[in-house]
């Protein structure tokens, strides 16, 4: 299997975990119910914040520069934002700039402050409200590398 379309199945699985997640989180309403003090929460909340930064991670750090090195857009020591950029170019993904602030929630979501509920809220839900745009990307990076013929 070459490396590109591995990496598009680990995201791919990464993926799949994280919509489980959020299945489970609006099934059982756990953003409009979050008590941090209720494990059964806290693990649902968890798996899914987990699995949200650990796609990120790997589309930012694996997937689209290995995309874009195979297509011949990478060169070293491209920064995050010049990837994001490359990817907008070639309509990958609508926006840099919205990816950047998909980013910045990833961050903010591995810190976790028991007096800001409500903070805490606002960001899950625009990390559950991401994930559609996410699929998407993933879905266009696999449609591009077939057109072209690379997997």
């Known amino acids: ?8 199945e680990i995201a791919k699985i990464h993926l799949d975990r994280l919509k489980n997640a959020k ?38 750090q694996k997937l689209f520069r290995r995309f874009l ?25 609508s926006s840099a700039d919205r990816w950047m602030e998909i980013r910045k929630l990833r961050n903010k979501l591995t810190h976790e402050y028991p007096d800001e509920i409500e ?13 559609p745009e996410i699929e998407l990307t993933l879905q266009k990076i696999e449609d591009y590398l077939k057109e072209k013929n690379l997997i």
């Open 119 to 131: 903070e805490m809220k606002l960001e899950l839900t625009e990390a559950l409200n991401a994930i």
């Open 23 to 60: 299945e489970e989180i609006i099934e059982k309403n756990l953003i409009e119910n979050l008590d941090i003090d209720d494990f059964e929460i806290v693990k649902v909340l968890d798996t899914f914040i987990f699995r949200f930064i650990k796609l990120q991670d790997y589309l930012g």
């Open 69 to 93: 090195e195979i297509i011949g857009e990478y060169y070293e020591n491209m920064s995050f934002l010049d990837v994001l950029d490359r990817l907008e170019k070639l309509e990958i993904i």
């Open 1 to 8: 299997m070459n490396f590109i379309k591995e990496n598009l």
